[in-house]
Each structure stands twice: as C-alpha cells, then as structure tokens.
C-alpha cells in the first residue's frame, strides 16, 4: 500500500532512486514471490490445513473474534518494529545495503498486497502443514506487509535527517553505536514512527479482515476473528450478523486507539525535535492515569530503570552500525564487486522469470491483464476525481471552523481507519436486491475506505492556513470563485496531493476485494485488474496471479512516478516562501 | 590546569581541508593551518562566514578529519573524539528527550561510571553552572541562556582538558550573552573549571577582544590564518578603555583590508564577472547609507562603531559595507566606511532617482549584471534561464557562493529594473524599456 513515509510527515519529498532502480526490484520481488509460491504449490495438495474451528454467527461469540483479530494487529506491530529497527538501520548505515534496500523498499510499498496474500498463505500453511499456525502467520504477515514498508521509511529518512549538532554532540561524547541508537536515533525517529504507524493501522484493519478467511484453491481457511465472521455472514446471506460484525469492529478500534495510540501519541510528544512549545500537546487519559497513580508508577519503576541502563551500555555492534566513519569513499575494488554481485543476481532472477512466464503464460495473457489494468485506472482516476469534487469544499468549510474541525477531524480519522470491506456486503445486498449494473456499482467500494485520507488532509490543510492570509483576501473582498482559485486551493494544495496519493493507492489495493464480490451463491463480477487478480487466487492459477500482480505494481507506480511525484514537487515549490 | 606553559595542548600542523564540488572537483576551504593552542589561554578564531572557522574548530576536537597534516593532542597524534576534549555548540545540541540532569549525565555515558558516580559528577557540574532547580526540565521548557547553560554544564562534568566553543554565544540575544560571557570569565578567572584551555569561534569583534588571550583571524577562500592579535589587557577588561577600542579597531582595519585586497583580486579575473556578490538586500544598503549620510556619522563612521551601534555583527555588517564598496557608494578603508560623493546622493535621492543611480553603478561596478543584460540583449526572445550563468559562474565559484552571487545580481537587478526574472520558470528575461 503506497503510503509514503515522508509525504505523510509533511517533509520535503526527494527523488529518492532512478527508474532502472525501480525496475530492478519488481523483478526480484516478483521472482521471489513466484520461487515461493511455485515451490509451495507442490505442497498444497497432501496439505491439510489443521483442524479449523467451526465459525459461529452468535453475537456472543464476536468478542472472542475481536480478541483474536487484535492480537493479530499486535504481533503484527511488534514484527513491523523489529523489521522496521533491523532493515531501515542497515540500510541507512550502510552504502552499499542501501543501494539494493531501497529501491526494493521503494516497490514493495506499491505491491499490492492482497495480491499476494494468496503466496504467502500457500507458503506459511506449507511451513507447518497440519497446524493452524501457519494459517494465523500468514494473516500476521499480511498485517505487517501493510504497515512496516511505511514504518522502515520513516525511520529511513529520521535516521537520515539527524541533526547535525545532536549527530556531532553524540560523536564527540563518544557514545558507542548501542548508545547512540537509543539515546538520537530512536526518540528523533519516533514522532514519525507513530505518525506512519497510526496512519498504516487503516489498511491493517483492512488486511486483517481479509486475510482470515481465504480460499487459493482447494485450501480453505476460516481463522476465529471478525473476518472470518463476516465471510460466514456473507455466505449464509445474514445482514443482521453482518451488522454486530460492523458493531464489533468499531468498538474494536474505539479501544484500541483509546489503550494504544492516543497514550503513544501523548507519549512521544517529548521527542518532538522543535524546542518549542507546542499549542496543544496531545493528552490521553490512559496515560494520565499510569503517570498519576501511584502504584502503576511504582511498578514501572524498576522496569523503567531497567530499559535506561540497558540503553547506556556500551555494547558494541558490528563496526559497519557505527555512524560517521562509514560514508567515506572506501575502496572502488569492493564497490565494483558489490555491484557486479548485484547485476549478476538480477541477471539470474531475470533469467528465471522469463523462462517461467515464457513456458506459462502467452501475450494474449498480457494483454488481457493490461486491458483489465486500464479499466481500474479509469475507475480509481473517476473515483479520485468524485471524492475530490466532493470532500474538497467540505474539508474547506469544516477547516475554516475551528471549533467544527475539532469535533469532525477525529471522525474521519476513524472512518479512514475503520475496514470498508466489513460495509461491502451492505452495498452487495443492495446491488443483489436491486438487480444494479456491477461494472458501475461496484466501483464506489474502491474507495469506500480511502476517501477520508482526502477528507481530513483538507480538513488540516484548511486549519493551517495562515489567518493573516484569510484576512487579507477577505479585506481585499476577493470574490467567490477567484477567492477558491487564488487563495484557499493554492493554501491546501500539498495536503489534498498527500491526501490523493493515499487515497488512490489505497483504491488499488482495495479493488482486489471490490471487483469481484459475493452474496451468499450470487457472484458477482465488475471485472478489472482486482476482479482478475481475485479470479486467479479462486483458481490458484500462480502464473496469472503473479501477471496480475506485476500489471498492478507497473500501473502504481507509473501514476506515482508520472503524476503524483511531479505534482507534489511543484506543490512544495510553489507555497514555499524563501 | 597548571603546567608548562609553552606546552601546546593541542597542536595542529600544516592542516588542510579540502571538500568536493558536486561535479568533483576539489573545494579547498582549508589551507596550511599552524595553530597551537597554548596552556591556559583562550584563543579567538574570527573570521567570516566561510572563512572555515567552524570546520577548523570541528578538526581539532576530532570530529572532521583533516585532509592533509597533523593534529596532535597532549603529544599524541589525533585520531577522532577523544577523552579530555569537549565542545559546546551554537545551537546547543541538547537531547530534547533527555531532562536537564539526563542531559548532563549523557556526557560521562562513554565512560561507564557508576551509576552514582556519574549523578555525584553530573550535579557537580550543574550547581557549578548556575541550573540548580532545573534539574527535571525538559529543554523546551528553558529559555535560550539556560539552554546553553546546560550546554556547558554537559561538556564541563567530562572534566575536559580542552574545551571547544563554536560560537557559543551567537544565538543568545544580547542582554542574555553578556550574562553569561561574565559567568564563564568569572569561572574562568577563579579557575573553578576543571579546563586546561579554550578555543572560541566567533564572528563578534568585542567578544574575542572581551574574552580571549590570542585572536587568530581568518582569511577566506581559502580559510587561513591572516593575522595573529594578541590581547594582554588584565582581566575583568572594560569596552570603554581606550585601549580595548584600539584593539577592537585594529581587527576591524585587518578584516577590512583583507575585504578590500580580495574585492580588487578578483575584479581582475575573467572581467570581474565571476566576482562574488556579497548577500547583501538593496533595503539594507539603503538603510546603512542614510544612517552614515545623517549625523553624528556625517559621511564617515568607524565599521566598529556602527557595529555597536546598530548592533551588527562581522557577519551582518560586513556583507552590506562589502555591497556599498563594490556598488562605489561608499569606501572601506582602514577598519571605517566613508560615503563617496555619489553614497551621498543616493542618500538624499527619491525612489526614482535612487533607482536611476543605482542602474547606473550596478552596470559600471557589477560586470555579472551587465554581462545578462548583454546575454539577454543578444539572444532570442530576449530571454536567457537561470542555468546557464550558473553554470558560468560554478567554473569559478563554490556552488553556494555561485548561488548566492546570483541571487544577489537577481535582486539587484530586479530594484534597478535592468531585467526581469520569473522564478517559477527560472528565466531572465530583459525589460523592453530598459533596453
């Protein structure tokens, strides 16, 4: 899911690697998941995959699931924080990691990740055949695919963008790499990490709820949560169930948010880098409670100490950790070799590529897939262009009125949080009973869930907007249409781009699952690049998948490079003052 | 804190620094750097904005390392930071996540005290500096002297041999540094701190005559060292004497001349075009003309006084009296700026007229603006982007310095109304009037 680190974060967006780049790293991510998934599919047929538990429609049971989807979440975020602290510092360390780690970070933020949600349960069910775990793995992987490419990023560009009087102070107190990784590189990294984290929650939900119930092939997996709930409702045509499952959902994250991330978020305020004070500083009455009672403290006490000393040892890493002595021009030789090791990698993956499509797929295929490609793009680029018409002067009017945004913004930040898929059955019933054309009707669920980012991006965009500005125009009695040209939509610009750009990535992402619906026996199909690529998970037909997923990934990343990219440049030029 | 006092604590010999261009070619900014710093003295390092002063200071706590030569600590050649040797930065470089007193403690982390050691030495350190009471503020709480109180606070609990300050008072308003410039003399001249010797950074003339034993100035492009004043006047010294403003007006006429003499050079070099413009915006040459024209200066005023007087450091006083003696509005010499006969009517002069004389001057004295009127004159459309003086003036100049002297012709121009610019299309484009 394209959300991009930096352009969330409001910072200056660089032009981080050349296209060959690019190109390069959907090759390999390409051929690992085809490697994979072809290996595991010699595995699939004497798989059974466990004894599953028979999901159950009682509202009483929906508590349960819940639990069970959130756990999901958490070891999800745990993994993405491991992967995020191991990967983005290697390859901000290193040179020459960061050459190969990038761009291949860079392509993986646009893959589609239910694409190949059908792969990864085919592998991790093929890991532990007989045991539900590789199932609940699986599930726990497509979480973490949604979140942690956003999270290494950010921490990428924090561990990048150190200022250089904290880089010069830790060196000169010659704090050892352990030290400094604690003491600068996380808490200047942190507001950001929570930041892309909160904002990657909305498609974990959405993941989460997809990836419990799937069927690639003959394998057919129903894990207990709120996913598999709503995929049983679907099947036995139960609205009502279908309601408590919505019910279920929003409480779940009403909870989460209030116990996880509003305390976070009033936590990490301390690492905020401009030494002023803040307006408003984030309040959570959960972590007000753990710093005012007494007996919470003193238990946390000793664990605080703990964490405080193991972050002033000085343990030593592997010197290629160590900051500033690494970035200096080292030998040609190795860097030559490097790069030949690299080229030959590709060269071979190429290789394997091409002999696999060649002897499975055909150009109709391609052709195929291209014009279903087509059709997305025309849907999610009249979709954009719909919420934009529509959210744009909403987001303006509620921007302007302080008071208003307050209690709105925190609206449609849950709304962009809350998983659209759960509301797809309402709209499907009503297609159903309504006998509506697929191919036109279909097309809004795309967007159901991504449209708030537009939303409440104009909704801050609207709120920052200098009042000094407001005034003057309104002192000049600039009128209605000019005040929009001249004043408020050059104001709010950069906000509604990056709030575009998650909301169309987030459309692709999503047409996997709208495209191609179902009600109880009813099919149906609005076709597409996602209703295809959905067609070929039901089949467990790889090659076609894989073709889908490259199409897909081809077609975000040519609207990010050719549209939004271009866009956002000119959009940090021209509101720029200096 | 005693000891032989020929011994040179730190000791830097034949240093240079040379830095690559974008396109690769090397950048000297540092050349043949002798320097000693002796024991127990404070020694000034003066210069401009990129005269290297702050690179300089960088290598001798072994935070940079040089290009060429040695820098060699206590007898031992020095290989990066190194126990004995602390810095106090300009913009303080506190952990806002860190508490005054975690602030503080950050500074023995390397030495893996006890743990009661190290907040017996951190509170030390504190109690020494003036922050008790302090101790659980977060940064963004202090004000900016108390900040930097902290900053000294860190670098002084390492008990340093050596302490190096970049500039340690420059981002303090005025009232607040001299409070805390008399606190350090008065720890410095009660030797309470446990520091051997002091190596400052400044661009603030007063300041180094105020503090410092030796003052070495430097020169730019590239950085060395172009006079060496030495400062004996008996402590706690005062601004009135007359022999603290003989000193201060001695490195005023140095920095002067070697403003003067780098002017004239390269005047001569590829027709003047690829001289550099310093930053300098027409409001202020205005503003620095008038103030000159008008008693009690009547025409002529030492750079020493208006600097107090207008409260102007080297860095922001030097770059307007630097635009005025290239425009020939007015003339530097010997540490004073005197208005020439034509300073002297712009100063009187309307909107129109000063627009008029200005046009005039720019096209005699700056070749640069001349030299893209004539481009644009010549060349279809009348028309030329940004790129292509740029990368004529990137031949010869360091990519800052080339932006900057175009920024300043484009700004310049645009007041004369010799030519136009758009910057979104970054495009010069000649005004039909003008031609």
Redesign the interface.
């Known amino acids: 899911m394209e959300h991009h680190a930096e352009v969330l974060r409001g910072g200056v967006w660089h032009q981080r690697a050349a296209g060959w780049r690019d190109l390069a790293a959907i090759l390999l991510v390409l051929t690992i998941i085809i490697l994979v998934g072809a290996g595991a599919r010699q595995m699939v047929a004497p798989l059974v995959a466990g004894e599953q538990p028979e999901i159950s429609l009682s509202p009483m049971a929906l508590p349960a699931y819940a639990l069970r989807t959130t756990l999901r979440m958490v070891a999800a975020l745990v993994a993405s924080l491991i992967f995020t602290f191991t990967y983005a510092t290697l390859a901000a360390k290193s040179r020459r990691a960061e050459l190969v780690l990038i761009p291949l970070l860079d392509v993986l933020q646009s893959v589609p990740v239910l694409g190949y949600l059908s792969f990864t349960v085919v592998f991790f069910v093929a890991l532990f055949p007989g045991n539900v775990l590789g199932a609940e793995l699986a599930a726990i992987f497509a979480i973490f695919t949604s979140q942690a490419w956003n999270m290494a990023f950010s921490f990428f560009q924090s561990l990048r963008t150190t200022p250089r009087d904290l880089d010069e102070a830790s060196r000169s107190f010659r704090f050892s790499g352990w030290q400094r990784f604690w003491r600068l590189d996380v808490p200047f990294a942190m507001p950001g990490l929570i930041w892309n984290t909160m904002m990657s929650m909305s498609g974990g939900w959405f993941f989460v709820v997809a990836s419990e119930a799937i069927s690639v092939g003959d394998l057919h997996i129903a894990l207990p949560g709120i996913g598999s709930y709503v995929a049983r409702a679907i099947e036995e045509q139960n609205l009502v169930a279908v309601g408590w499952a919505i019910l279920a959902m929003t409480i779940t994250i009403l909870i989460y948010d209030q116990l996880l991330f509003r305390p976070l978020v009033a936590w990490a305020d301390k690492f905020r880098y401009e030494q002023t004070a803040a307006q408003a500083v984030p309040r959570s009455w959960v972590l007000d409670l753990f710093r005012r009672t007494k007996l919470v403290r003193g238990a946390a006490a000793p664990i605080g100490t703990m964490m405080q000393a193991a972050a002033r040892a000085r343990l030593s890493l592997p010197s290629y950790f160590r900051a500033g002595d690494d970035r200096v021009p080292s030998s040609r030789l190795l860097d030559v070799a490097w790069f030949g090791l690299i080229l030959v990698g590709l060269a071979y993956t190429g290789w394997r590529l091409l002999q696999y499509a060649g002897t499975e797929l055909s150009w109709a295929d391609v052709a195929d897939a291209f014009g279903n490609g087509g059709l997305t793009l025309l849907r999610v680029a009249i979709l954009i262009v719909i919420a934009t018409v529509i959210w744009v002067p909403i987001g303006v009017a509620v921007g302007l009125r302080p008071s208003l945004a307050e209690k709105v913004q925190p609206v449609a930040q849950f709304l962009a949080a809350f998983p659209a898929n759960l509301l797809f059955p309402v709209v499907v019933y009503l297609i159903v009973r309504f006998d509506l054309p697929p191919k036109i009707w279909l097309s809004p669920l795309m967007i159901l869930g991504t449209q708030w980012y537009i939303l409440f991006n104009v909704i801050a965009g609207a709120s920052a907007f200098p009042t000094d500005l407001r005034e003057a125009a309104a002192s000049f009695r600039i009128p209605g249409w000019r005040w929009w040209r001249e004043v408020m939509l050059p104001g709010i610009f950069p906000y509604y781009v990056t709030g575009a750009i998650t909301a169309s990535g987030g459309a692709w992402n999503a047409s996997i699952v709208s495209e191609a619906v179902s009600w109880g026996s009813t099919r149906i199909n609005g076709s597409g690049l996602g209703a295809y690529i959905a067609q070929m998970t039901d089949a467990g037909d790889y090659p076609r998948i894989a073709l889908g997923i490259a199409v897909m990934s081809l077609f975000v990343v040519s609207v990010n490079r050719l549209l939004w990219r271009p866009l956002y440049a000119f959009a940090e030029r021209r509101t720029r003052l200096d | 804190m005693v000891g032989d006092t020929n011994s040179a604590n730190i000791d830097l010999r034949k240093v240079c620094m040379v830095f690559a261009k974008p396109s690769g070619e090397p950048l000297p900014v540092l050349a043949d750097i002798d320097m000693a710093m002796r024991n127990g003295e404070i020694l000034g390092l003066l210069g401009r904005s990129g005269s290297g002063k702050s690179t300089l200071l ?1 290598i001798a ?1 072994g ?1 940079i390392k040089p290009t060429s030569g040695e820098v060699i600590y206590r007898g031992a050649p020095l290989t ?4 004995g ?3 106090v ?5 506190l ?4 508490t005054v007193l975690e602030n503080v403690e ?2 023995l ?2 030495l ?1 005290l006890p743990r009661e050691e190290t907040r017996r030495r951190a509170q030390s350190a504190i109690d020494l500096i003036g922050l008790d009471g302090f101790q659980s503020a ?4 202090l004000s900016g002297g108390m ?1 930097q109180r902290v900053g000294f606070a860190r670098a002084i609990v ?1 008990r340093p041999v050596v302490l190096l300050m970049d500039e340690p008072f420059s981002a303090l308003d005025v009232l607040t540094a001299e409070t805390l410039r008399t606190d350090f003399m008065d720890l410095w001249i009660e030797r309470e701190l446990p520091t051997n010797s002091v190596l400052m950074v400044t661009h603030n003339v007063e300041e180094a005559v105020l503090m410092c034993d030796r003052v070495l100035i430097l020169a730019s492009n590239p950085g060395r060292i172009a006079a060496e004043i030495p400062v004996t006047l008996p402590r706690p010294r005062n601004r009135l004497e007359d022999e603290f403003r003989g000193i201060v007006d001695e490195i005023y006429s140095v920095l002067t001349a070697r403003t003067v003499a780098s002017i004239g050079a390269l005047a001569q070099v590829h027709g003047g075009i690829v001289q550099p413009l310093p930053r300098a915006s027409v409001n202020r040459m205005s503003g620095l003309v008038e103030k000159l024209a008008a008693p009690p200066y009547n025409g002529q005023a030492e750079l020493a006084t208006l600097a107090s007087a207008l409260a102007l450091e080297v860095d922001d006083l030097f770059p307007i009296a630097e635009a005025l003696h290239i425009l020939e509005f007015a003339e530097l010499k010997d540490g004073a700026l005197k208005l020439t006969a034509a300073g002297g009517v712009f100063a009187r002069g309307s909107t129109e007229e000063r627009k008029r004389l200005f046009r005039e001057h720019l096209l005699r004295f700056v070749p640069l603006a001349a030299h893209i009127c004539r481009v644009l004159g010549e060349r279809e459309g009348h028309s030329a982007p940004r790129m292509r003086f740029q990368i004529e003036l990137e031949d010869h100049l360091t990519g800052p310095d080339a932006q900057g002297t175009l920024r300043s012709a484009t700004a310049w121009g645009r007041y004369a109304e010799l030519f136009a610019y758009d910057d979104k299309k970054r495009l010069f484009s000649a005004i039909r009037s003008a031609g």
């Open positions: 960088r706590g935070l990066g930071p190194c126990e040797i602390a810095v930065f300009q913009t303080f470089a952990f806002p996540w860190l950050a500074g982390d390397a893996a977060y940064p963004r709480e900040r390492t």
